[in-house]
């Protein structure tokens, strides 16, 4: 008798949850993928609706729709949606600055049996024509470039080179271009000399790092003048890294090379008050076999004061760099960087780190 009651209560239980899990919304989508072909790009958004019915038997209710992109916008069906009812989910995708092909996807949250639905947009956006201001952005008066800053990147002290930056006079007269405050390691060439109206050309730029006489992260500015005149925005930046060549040392010279060793790269002043002011000295010990020459030495901002007792080690020798931090305008975390270059083959630019919170005083 106890086994069949306790059969007519397992059924019992078994039925209710066969009732439960029948008593449901379920989401259906018409489709859940949807391909809009080929579109331009300044055609405007494009959007498409993902229609479904609510096959369940209780309301339907969409609890989060979330795009994988920012570049694609959702509506949907905001109120319950009845057991047999229709609603939508609609993706609007934006084709501007997006040439090429895409695939997006919106994440659909309901309360359903199975709660999250993915649906996708697909499609290829055709590039708008390209204009003179798409491939010379850069204005100075009629004179238009692709660029007002040239990059050389990483050069060697042996090394000469040369870029190129294109150029277009938009004018309807005869242009010159010609530059102003050179140095001497900089080098300008205009190709043509002189440009007919809407004639294109380059400005070959030479950068000689054989008489720069400097390390590192180095930048240069220019004036660009048109047909002898100063025109808006006429500032050239030249920018470059130029590190020590040791290509040609033989083995034995390298081997016999300096070497720097620091006891520490690292300084945590921990919390300080804003306006206080810190101070660590680095130390560090020419461990190689010949002179270690400190060429330069670079704080990350003005904040940081380097100060070196020596820039010619010996061999075997120790030296420091003393560097004060002032915190004076600065607020919680801080990391300060301050780079050693130095005549090391193996360790040429070397990073030391400051960092610590900065409070500041409630008033």
């Not at 009651?5 to 059924?11: G, M, T």
């Not at 489709?31 to 229609?51: A, M, P, Q, R």
């Amino acid at each position: 008798m106890k086994r069949l009651v306790f059969a007519s209560f397992i059924l019992l239980l078994f039925t209710n949850f066969i009732i439960a899990q029948q008593k449901q919304a379920t989401i259906s989508f018409e489709t859940t993928n949807h391909d809009f072909g080929k579109i331009k790009e300044l055609g405007g958004n494009v959007s498409y609706k993902f229609n479904f019915t609510n096959t369940g038997s209780e309301p339907l209710i969409i609890e989060q729709v979330r795009a994988s992109c920012g570049c694609t916008s959702t509506d949907w069906t905001k109120q319950p949606i009845p057991a047999g009812g229709k609603g939508f989910v609609e993706a609007s995708y934006n084709p501007k600055h997006r040439p090429g092909k895409f695939s997006k996807s919106v994440s659909v949250t309901t309360n359903s049996e199975h709660k999250t639905s993915i649906l996708r947009i697909t499609g290829e956006v055709i590039p708008k024509p390209r204009t003179i201001e798409d491939d010379y952005p850069y204005l100075m008066g009629q004179l238009r470039l692709k660029t007002n800053h040239v990059a050389f990147m990483r050069i060697l002290n042996t090394e000469v080179k040369t870029k190129e930056n294109p150029i277009v006079n938009t004018s309807k007269e005869l242009m010159k271009v010609t530059f102003k405050n050179v140095p001497s390691h900089l080098k300008f060439e205009v190709v043509p000399k002189t440009l007919k109206p809407n004639e294109k050309g380059v400005i070959k730029v030479t950068y000689d790092a054989t008489i720069r006489h400097d390390w590192g992260f180095l930048i240069d500015r220019v004036e660009v003048l048109v047909n002898g005149q100063k025109v808006p925005k006429n500032r050239m930046s030249i920018s470059s890294t130029v590190e020590e060549d040791f290509s040609k040392l033989t083995e034995k010279q390298l081997k016999n090379a300096p070497s720097i060793k620091f006891d520490e790269r690292v300084f945590n002043f921990g919390k300080i008050n804003q306006g206080e002011k810190v101070e660590h000295v680095f130390k560090y010990k020419n461990v190689g076999k010949s002179d270690l020459i400190i060429h330069k030495t670079r704080a990350s901002c003005g904040c940081t004061a380097i100060n070196m007792n020596k820039t010619i080690i010996k061999k075997g020798e120790e030296a420091s760099i003393k560097v004060v931090f002032n915190s004076r305008g600065k607020r919680n975390q801080q990391n300060k960087t301050i780079t050693i270059i130095s005549n090391d083959p193996k360790h040429s630019s070397t990073v030391l780190k400051v960092t610590g919170f900065v409070n500041v005083p409630k008033k």
